[in-house]
């Protein structure tokens, strides 16, 4: 993949930290804490670089999609660099430094290597063979996805699905409907019981959240979700289908029987579970500190056997079968791109949240505050949601979620803020 031109900005960043250090600060211990008391100082116009950089995404690829393809790095190393650059200037390049390192040790690396080793190993995993576009076959298919999202990720399963479920179809004269509920079901509900399947989980996991805490308080919600939209769906499916009057596809068992190819690779989906879970149970309380930065050995190891797995997976998988799925890896470096930017930007809105009331952004925290100064589940479920489906879930995950608060052991405990916050 090419480097982002967002790591060299980083790096430069870091060399100047290291250049400027402060040798008290550093003997003091201080950073963590100095960190968390300047948010009780900054303003609402340090926001404006996140902000900028999330409408960018929403906005440009639609404006301007030539432009954007062409320089979305670009984009987010502006953004990234209209905090970071003021920051350092205002604050001290000690405090840039450590802020840096903090969000790339402790989120961003973990964060894209297993999206990175999701997408690489589910991509060399295929489905072949003839599916028929009746209702009932449809309705099977997203079940499935919605299913398998859980465990092998959003886009793995889409990426597992989607190609048979559109040749199924491909005779069909209404189709839109169909796709739309793929998106609902396996590229959103279906990721919703573990860490893996969606990446603000991860990132919520990362912070604390248990692995199986999505699990069980998100399993309802899960079902009667899926059930009332598989439901709703077999009903239009099944109107439309014999409005069209009932169809036959001319492709029905051209391609042979239903196989799955790249089935090695099933093992190594295990693998990241494995992995996932032993990070989240296994605490030997080793760690490395760098620039006060604390790294646990266990996500240490979590992320070499990931990418360990994602390697594996490329050596093993017969490249037709990659060729079939259409696989590239620009959806993977562009999500990398983004992140980088959008995890540096997200700075100083994490840290004027956590000042709570004495922030300057207390105006978002009394919007999810009863009269009685209790967390208001409802209005953290549908602004989550709002933002969510504008902007990006993962950001607004880490921005309710520390809102909240940001204590995963409180959150967990209490249930209903975290569950409004997960579910949104």
């Given at each position: 993949m090419r480097k982002s031109s967002v790591w060299f900005f980083c790096l430069a960043v870091m060399g100047l930290g290291v250049l400027g250090m402060s040798p008290e600060i550093w003997a003091a211990g201080g950073l963590h804490h100095a960190a968390d008391e300047i948010g009780k100082q900054m303003g609402v116009l340090w926001v404006v670089p996140f902000a900028g950089l999330l409408l960018s995404i929403a906005i440009m690829p639609?404006?301007?999609?030539?432009f954007w393809h062409h320089n979305y790095g670009k984009v987010a190393a502006f953004w990234g660099a209209a905090f970071i650059v003021p920051y350092a200037l205002v604050y001290g390049f000690d405090l840039a430094v450590y802020n840096v390192l903090h969000v790339l040790f402790l989120e961003y690396i973990s964060f894209i290597i297993l999206l990175f080793s999701l997408f690489t190993i589910a991509g060399g995993v295929c489905l072949r063979g003839s599916l028929v576009g009746?209702?009932?076959?449809?309705?099977?298919?997203?079940?499935?996805g919605t299913l398998l999202a859980s465990w092998m990720g959003t886009t793995g399963a889409?990426?597992?699905?989607?190609?048979?479920?559109m040749r199924a179809i491909s005779h069909r004269k209404y189709k839109v409907h169909t796709i739309v509920f793929f998106i609902f079901l396996v590229a959103n509900i279906g990721g919703s019981l573990t860490p893996l399947g969606d990446p603000p989980l991860f990132l919520g996991f990362l912070k604390g959240v248990s692995f199986f805490w999505t699990t069980q308080h998100l399993f309802v919600p899960f079902v009667v979700m899926s059930i009332i939209l598989l439901g709703l769906y077999f009903v239009i499916d099944t109107v439309l289908f014999n409005k069209e009057g009932r169809p036959e596809s001319p492709d029905a068992g051209q391609d042979g029987k239903l196989r799955l190819e790249g089935t090695p690779n099933l093992l190594l989906l295990g693998g990241v579970v494995a992995g996932v879970l032993m990070s989240g149970m296994w605490k030997p309380g080793v760690e490395i500190t760098i620039y006060e930065v604390h790294v646990e050995l266990q996500n240490i190891l979590r992320d070499v056997l990931l990418l360990a797995l994602a390697f594996v997976s490329l050596k093993i998988t017969a490249p037709e079968i990659r060729r079939r799925n259409e696989f590239d890896w620009e959806p993977i470096r562009e999500v990398a791109k983004l992140f980088s930017g959008i995890f540096i930007s997200m700075i100083p809105a994490i840290s004027i949240l956590r000042a709570g009331m004495d922030g300057a952004l207390n105006g978002i925290i009394s919007m999810v505050k009863t009269a009685e100064g209790l967390d208001n589940h409802t209005m953290y479920f549908w602004l989550t949601g709002a933002l969510s489906a504008f902007l990006d879930n993962a950001p607004t995950y880490v921005v309710f979620f520390n809102t909240a608060g940001g204590d995963a052991q409180r959150l967990m405990t209490e249930a209903g803020t975290l569950l409004a916050i997960s579910a949104g």
């Open positions: 639609l404006a301007i999609p030539h009746k209702p009932q076959v449809n309705v099977i298919i997203l079940l499935i889409a990426m597992l699905l989607i190609r048979p479920l």
